[in-house]
Nanobody, 124 residues
Framework: QVQLVESGGASVHTGGSLRLSCVST????????MAWFRQVPGKEREGVAF????????LYADSVKGRFTVSRDNVENTVYLEMRSLKPEDTAAYYC?????????????????WGQGTQVTVSS
């Protein structure tokens, strides 16, 4: 069964840190580029971070550069998102996604597999 399962979401205060994890099953993980997206109710889902197949080419949205770090473990079939200096505007449901084509990283259509999401809430 092809599946991505996120975990690690929580409620934190401004300035706090969280580490999100996304475990994949049913795909050859190392052949997929991975990304994290986030969505606030009523708004478009936006790309947050991207990592290439071999834990290279990390890319970030301007809003999270310098605060978030994406990485992956191709042995554990897991992608991570380390989030530091969290702000209330980071509050969202966070989704991981897998793309076999590794095209334009922030386009949702590039991604074939999506997780169910994990909620991050940052309060001031």
């Amino acid at each position: 069964q092809v599946q991505l399962v996120e975990s690690g979401g929580a409620s934190v205060h401004t300035g706090g840190s969280l580490r999100l994890s996304c475990v994949s099953t049913g795909i050859v993980f190392s052949t997929y580029c991975m990304a994290w997206f986030r969505q606030v109710p009523g708004k478009e889902r936006e790309g947050v971070a991207f990592i290439g197949r071999a834990n290279v080419w990390p890319l970030y949205a301007d809003s999270v550069k310098g605060r978030f770090t994406v990485s992956r473990d191709n042995v554990e079939n897991t992608v991570y998102l380390e989030m530091r200096s969290l702000k209330p505007e980071d509050t969202a449901a966070y989704y991981c996604a897998a793309s076999p084509s590794c095209g334009h990283w922030s386009l949702q259509n590039e991604y074939e597999v999506w997780g169910q999401g994990t909620q991050v809430t940052v309060s001031s």
